[in-house]
C-alpha cells in the first residue's frame, strides 16, 4: 500500500530580552555562573509575583505578524501545571486557548515546489531550569540549574502540513533564518535557542483520516530532524506494512545510533490542568501598537533578495544563497560597502565579492562546520585580498593560497603577501631570465614548436612558471615565451 506522511512542527525559541519572562534577572544565563541568575520569582517562592515582559511580548507579536497571522485583540497567561522539578514553582506560566498569533503561514521551498504551510499559532512561555543527571555508578544524584528558569520561551506550532522530511527540513530552515532577520533570537541550536519537536504520521494515499502519531524529541541540528524523521517514516511504514498498530507516544532520537527510541506512552500523557494565570492580568493588545510594530519590520529575506539583485546585478541564483542567512547577507553588504562605488565599478566589485564568499570562503567554513559569523577572515580582510588580485599584485590562484592562509592564522592578507614574498612578478626584466632559463633547459620543446609544433609553446610557459614559483604574470610569460620563440624562429629562418 501507498503511504502518505504527514508532519506538523513544534518549535521553541528563546527570545534574545535583556531580562527573564517574568522578573527582572538577566536572561543572558548562557555565559553565567550556575545558579547566578535568580530572585524569588524565578525560584518561585511563596509570595513572589510575576511580571509581564513588555519586549518578550512584542517579540512574539513581531514574529506572528511576519508569520501573516493574526494578533487577537485578548490573550491572556495560564497555569500549566508540571510535576518535574526543572520548574521551581510546580507550574509553568504557558499560554492556553488565547494565545498572541494564530492562523499565519510561512513558505517553504524544496526542490519539488513551493508551497505554505499553516501556523495554527505562536504563543509565549518561560523556559525551566537545567538538570543534570548523574548515574547511579557515580553516585545517582541530579543537579539543578535555575539560571535558564524563567527566560522567554516562544513557541510556533505548525499545521500538519509537511508531506515529507525535505518539507520539514526547507520549514525549519526557512523559520531559523527568519528568526535571525527579525533579530528576536539568536536562534542558535547548538545552546538550544531553538529547539524542535515533530509529531508524524502515516496514513493510506488519498484518505483524509489522521493516522496514530508519534512525536520526536531531542533532535539537536536541522540534519538529526531530517535523519530521525526520515526514520520514523520507515519505522511506521514496517510497522503499518506488518499489519501492527503505531502506538501513540513519545518518542526519543539518540543522535549516536541513529534510531528513536519511546520514552513516554500516552497513558503517561500527564494532565496538566491549565487554568488562567491568576497573578497576571489578562492582555488586551492594542491594535494601533500592533501596526506600528508592523511598521517597523526590517527587511527579510525575500526582500533583500530581491534589493541584492536590482542594487548589485546579482543572479537570482547568487542573491537567495547569499540571503538565505542573515550573517551571510550582512557579511557581504559590509564587503561591497567597504569601497565607495557606483554603477558597473559596483557590480563588478559585488560580483567578486560574492564569488569568493560563495566559493573559496564558504568552502573553507564548510569543511570547518562553521559558520559565516565565526570567519577568521574578516569583510575587510577579504575586500583587502580582492584588491591585490585586482591590482595585479597576486594572480587568482596566489589569491587562494592567501585566503587560505588569513583564515588559518587570521592575518591580513597584505601582510601574508609580503611576508611570503607572494608578488606576481609583472616586471618584464625580470621574467625575461627565466624565459631564457626554460629555453635552453628544454631544447627539445624548443625544437618542437620550431618544427610547427604550436603546443610546444605552452610547455615552455609553463616552465617558466614553475621557474617563477609561480609568482610571474601569466600574460607577460605567454607574450615574452612567444617573443623569444619568433626570435628563435627568425634565426633559423
Ligand atoms: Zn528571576
Redesign the pocket.
Known amino acids: 500500500m501507498e503511504y502518505e506522511t504527514v508532519i506538523g512542527l513544534e518549535v521553541h525559541v528563546q527570545l534574545r530580552t535583556q531580562?527573564?519572562m517574568?522578573?527582572?534577572?538577566r536572561a543572558d544565563y548562557q555565559s553565567a555562573p550556575v545558579n547566578s541568575?535568580?530572585?524569588?520569582?524565578?525560584?518561585g517562592l511563596p509570595g513572589a509575583l510575576p511580571v509581564i515582559n513588555r519586549r518578550a511580548v512584542e517579540y512574539t507579536v513581531m514574529t506572528g505578524l511576519a508569520l501573516n497571522c493574526d494578533i487577537p485583540r485578548l490573550t491572556k497567561f495560564d497555569r500549566k501545571n508540571y510535576p518535574y522539578p526543572d520548574l521551581m514553582k510546580g507550574y509553568q506560566i504557558s499560554q492556553y486557548d488565547l494565545p498572541l498569533a494564530i492562523d499565519g503561514r510561512l513558505q517553504i521551498e524544496t526542490e519539488a515546489e513551493t508551497k505554505a504551510v499553516g501556523v495554527t499559532r505562536v504563543h509565549l512561555e518561560e523556559d525551566v531550569a537545567k538538570l543534570q543527571h548523574f548515574p547511579a555508578d557515580s553516585g545517582g544524584y541530579s543537579l539543578v540549574d535555575v539560571n535558564r528558569?524563567?527566560v522567554p520561551l516562544m513557541e510556533i506550532v505548525s499545521e500538519p502540513d509537511m508531506r515529507s522530511a525535505e518539507e520539514a527540513r526547507a520549514y525549519l530552515t526557512t523559520l531559523h533564518s527568519l528568526l535571525q532577520y527579525l533579530g528576536v533570537s539568536t536562534a542558535n541550536m547548538q545552546d538550544g535557542s531553538f529547539r524542535c519537536d515533530a509529531n508524524i504520521s502515516l496514513r493510506p494515499a488519498g484518505s483524509e483520516e489522521f493516522g496514530n502519531r508519534t512525536e520526536i524529541k531531542n533532535m539537536n541540528s536541522f540534519r538529526s530532524v531530517f535523519q530521525a524523521l526520515n526514520f520514523e517514516i520507515e519505522r511506521q511504514r514496517r510497522v503499518l506494512e506488518g499489519g501492527g498498530r503505531v502506538v501513540q507516544e513519545t518518542r526519543g532520537w539518540i543522535e549516536g545510533r541513529a534510531v528513536t527510541v519511546s520514552q513516554r506512552s500516552k497513558e503517561d500523557a500527564h494532565d496538566y490542568r491549565y487554568f488562567p494565570e491568576p497573578d497576571l492580568p489578562p492582555l488586551d493588545i492594542d491594535p494601533v501598537w500592533v501596526e506600528e510594530i508592523r511598521g517597523r519590520l526590517p527587511e527579510l529575506a525575500t526582500q533583500r533578495c530581491a534589493r541584492f539583485q536590482q542594487d548589485y546585478g546579482l543572479s537570482e541564483y547568487d542573491a537567495r544563497l547569499l540571503t538565505d542567512s542573515k550573517a551571510m547577507a550582512d557579511y557581504f553588504e559590509t564587503a561591497v560597502c567597504l569601497q565607495a562605488l557606483s554603477g558597473d565599478a559596483l557590480n563588478s566589485h559585488a560580483k567578486q565579492v560574492s564569488n569568493w564568499m560563495l566559493g573559496d570562503l564558504s568552502g573553507l567554513l564548510n569543511q570547518d562546520n562553521r559558520d559565516i559569523s565565526e570567519s577568521p577572515v574578516s569583510p575587510e580582510s577579504l575586500v583587502e585580498l580582492i584588491g591585490l588580485v585586482g591590482d595585479g599584485i597576486i594572480s587568482v590562484t596566489m589569491g587562494k593560497t592567501v585566503l587560505e592562509e588569513a583564515y588559518n592564522t587570521g592575518g591580513k592578507p597584505r601582510r601574508i603577501v609580503e611576508e611570503r614574498g607572494y608578488t606576481q612578478i609583472s616586471d618584464t626584466s625580470a621574467v625575461e631570465p627565466a624565459v631564457f632559463e626554460a629555453l635552453e633547459a628544454n631544447p627539445r620543446a624548443v625544437a618542437d614548436y620550431l618544427g610547427g609544433k604550436e603546443s610546444a609553446a605552452k610547455f615552455l610557459v609553463g616552465q617558466v612558471m614553475k621557474i617563477t614559483r609561480g609568482q610571474a604574470k601569466p600574460d607577460l610569460v605567454n607574450q615574452l615565451v612567444t617573443a623569444a620563440l619568433d626570435r628563435a624562429k627568425a634565426g633559423v629562418d
Open positions: 531580562s527573564k517574568f522578573c527582572s534577572c541568575r535568580v530572585c524569588p520569582v524565578c525560584l528558569s524563567g
